[in-house]
């Protein structure tokens, strides 16, 4: 009797190993993706992406389960306006017609925390890292305008350009996975609504 409730705690004991030793994420793990994003969803139909979306998320797990972590992202938007106007040149000569260029480019540095539950437990699999999760943050928005003219014109009529703001606040839902080919490297994606459709690049594992 004893030779066989010993014999059922070893091998119990030895299931309990093997399931642990194959979960994908475990409390203390530090995680660092490095992503290239597409889909900006807060960039206006008007406005062309002078440089896609770059980030990096430092992850550490607080439990096998859930991890805190902090999303740094950047990001460019261009939006250019041409036509044809007439101005005075400021000789009391009359109107002169002129060609202009304006452009509003915005850049977006965007700074969030985030958490995520893992789900990797439920595939046993050590190299295979399912999650989703939330993100909060803000978007710091710097604005860059230029104008030229030809000819020159020092004194516009009238000009007019609906400029587009989207500094302040930002959130993202998102459902993910990492697949690492070593013990320490491997790649990520993230689809979801919030900063970018689709994020995806390289995963480092501490």
Known sequence: MYNKMKTKIIVLLSVLSITAAAQSF???Q???NLGYGVGNTFIDSKYDVSMPAISGVIDFGISNSISLGVYVGLTKA???VTGNDVCNNGNGNGSYSYMYVYTHEAKHLMVALRGS???GSLFQN???DPYAGLQLGNNFETDNYTLSTTPFCDKLNKFSFDNKYNAGFIWAVYAGARYRFTKHVGIFGELGYGIVIFNA???IKF
């Open 26 to 28: 475990q409390k203390g």
């Open 126 to 128: 050590d190299n295979f």
């Open 30 to 32: 530090f995680d660092i």
């Open 117 to 119: 539950y893992h789900l």
């Open 201 to 203: 690049g390289l995963n």
């Open 78 to 80: 261009k939006w250019t």
